[in-house]
T-cell receptor, first 114, second 108 residues
Framework: EAAVTQSPRSKVAVTGGKVTLSCHQTNNHDYMYWYRQDTGHGLRLIHYSYVADSTEKGDIPDGYKASRPSQENFSLILELASLSQTAVYFC?????????????FGSGTRLTVL | GQQVQQSPASLVLQEGENAELQCNFSSTATQLQWFYQSPGGSLVSLLSNPSGTKHTGRLTSTTVTKERRSSLHISSSQTTDSGTYLCAPQTGGYKVVFGSGTRLLVSP
């Protein structure tokens, strides 16, 4: 069974602080994604990557950076956390790009910025 | 960019009734996935159906690629089906975009 692990499960951060969310997959997948979900809404794509050492902007990249140091690891970085970045963040991986069979999701990280 | 509209926004059923969920998207998709999000927040893939009709268990998905729409039919609903159903078309490249979902509540 494909596995995507996110850490931490939840985090409280202060406005202006730096936050790093981590994601690790053991699926041997090339493609990884970061999404955010706000209460009562669907998922919005922040950044994605299809190869190590390269990342691409999604639909809402402002205020976020991403890092893919290896095939297995994909991090989301908030350099200056803001109140509006309070949300649940999901990481996902897929086996290929176009016509990917499915996305495998982590359990999510609940981020609260105070 | 890709816009995804799901309807209805919410649906309440009695156990045993059928559900029909709709998804319309603005750009041609190379893949179309349906996901289930539990009340606790976890996300699981239900099926992938870029075109035609696909069945798995009590679920049937029909995607009409040219018309940029897909539907998910749930037969004989159960209380454990309660949650949010998300439609996710994949456009050219690697982007997968999600709709806002349909919240389903099945009462006993």
């Amino acid at each position: 069974e494909a596995a995507v692990t996110q850490s931490p499960r939840s985090k409280v951060a202060v406005t202006g602080g730096k936050v790093t969310l981590s994601c690790h997959q053991t699926n041997n997948h090339d493609y990884m994604y970061w999404y955010r979900q706000d209460t009562g809404h669907g998922l919005r794509l922040i950044h994605y990557s299809y190869v190590a050492d390269s990342t691409e902007k999604g639909d809402i990249p402002d205020g976020y950076k991403a890092s893919r140091p290896s095939q297995e690891n994909f991090s989301l970085i908030l350099e200056l956390a803001s109140l509006s970045q309070t949300a649940v963040y999901f990481c996902a991986s897929s086996d290929r790009g176009e016509s990917a069979e499915t996305l495998y999701f982590g359990s999510g990280t609940r981020l609260t910025v105070l | 960019g890709q816009q995804v509209q799901q309807s209805p926004a919410s649906l309440v059923l009695q156990e045993g009734e059928n559900a029909e969920l709709q998804c319309n998207f603005s750009s041609t998709a190379t893949q179309l996935q349906w996901f289930y999000q539990s009340p606790g927040g976890s996300l699981v893939s239900l099926l992938s159906n870029p075109s035609g009709t696909k069945h798995t268990g009590r679920l049937t998905s029909t995607t009409v690629t040219k018309e940029r729409r897909s539907s998910l039919h749930i037969s004989s609903s159960q209380t454990t089906d309660s949650g949010t159903y998300l439609c996710a078309p994949q456009t050219g490249g690697y982007k997968v975009v999600f709709g806002s979902g349909t919240r389903l509540l099945v009462s006993p």
